[in-house]
């Protein structure tokens, strides 16, 4: 039996962490990214395409990784005349669950089978099989989809229908990212206090305050180390899709709103392409 041959849209720092997974179990994969620089981070013998129509032609089995629902829509609209060779479209976008839904409808005249799988976890975790995944996907879909998500994580949870794969994303990244914006709020309190903030790190560590974002992010914010495993901008992207959502649900999200000014501080003093970890750059006004 041949070794199967995955597509992989989008080689950004999730993309270069699937494709990691992937070629770790053994999969053949070819690769499009608009940005062509990103190559560099994959794995030996990865198979690159001019455009997205190359990946589709290559493997009827394509993940998306890309920075947001319009993006991946472009992407579909641009292989129309290769889709209907596709059986299946797992998309790791944190995007819409609107768009989700849409997207999903519009394949199925394809016979396209789409999936919402939007990773819990930076790409360092990805990579390391530390991440979980969201899926939204229907009861049928499981056994074809269980494959390839066992390669990219130990951690799948079946959340029922297109879309809900995107809302617990959302639910997910507003509880993660408060939880850093607390992390570096706090740590540079301990700082201004006269506390090592590595010092201050270790012994949170081991009191009833601690967190997993501590063993993830707390020596890069420690440092200021800022080398990124996932963007500030995305999480921006991601706290603006929270909030939109909010408001359509009539939820409250007060501390989502003070996380958003103090994102929007970070990236406009230049840290959108920095690790979330910069967050602690907008605490100040």
């Known amino acids: 039996m041949s070794t199967p041959t995955n597509g992989l849209i989008g080689a950004g720092l ?5 494709a990691g997974r992937l070629a770790a179990a053994g999969r053949r994969l070819t690769v499009y990214d608009k940005d062509a620089t990103r190559y560099r981070h994959l794995p030996p013998n990865t198979t690159t395409a001019p455009d997205p129509n190359g990946v589709f032609a290559a493997a009827d089995t394509i993940i998306f990784s890309l920075p947001n629902s319009s993006i991946v829509r ?21 995007g819409s669950p609107d768009d989700a839904v849409s ?3 519009l394949l199925r005249r394809s016979n396209v089978t789409y999936v919402d799988a939007t990773v819990a976890g930076s790409s360092a975790q990805l990579g390391d099989g530390e991440a979980a995944m969201f899926l939204g996907a229907a009861e049928g879909q499981i ?9 990219l994580t130990k951690k799948p949870f079946y959340l029922g229908a297109v879309g809900n794969g995107a809302k617990f994303k959302l639910v ?5 990212g408060l939880n850093r914006a607390t992390l570096a709020e706090g740590l540079r309190l301990a700082e201004v ?3 090592q903030p590595l010092d201050a790190l270790q012994i949170l560590e081991q009191t009833p305050a601690a967190t997993t974002v501590m063993k993830s992010k707390g020596q890069k914010i420690a440092t200021r180390d800022y080398d990124p495993q996932a963007m500030l901008s995305q999480h921006l992207k991601d706290v603006d899709l929270i909030l939109q959502q909010a408001m359509a649900l009539n939820a409250p999200t007060p501390l989502s709103d003070v ?3 103090i994102l929007d501080r970070a990236v406009k003093r230049g840290f959108g392409t920095a690790d979330n970890s910069a ?4 605490l100040d006004k």
């Open 259 to 261: 996380h958003r000014t």
């Open 193 to 195: 206090m006269g506390f």
């Open 172 to 176: 997910h990244n507003l509880i993660l």
């Open 14 to 18: 999730l993309g270069a962490a699937i």
């Open 143 to 151: 056994a074809e989809l269980d494959d390839i998500v066992r390669i």
């Open 103 to 105: 997207t999903a409808a």
């Open 279 to 282: 967050v602690i750059e907008g």
């Open 74 to 94: 472009a992407a579909l609209d641009s292989v129309s005349a290769t889709l209907r060779t596709t059986r299946l479209i797992i998309d790791t976008t944190t």
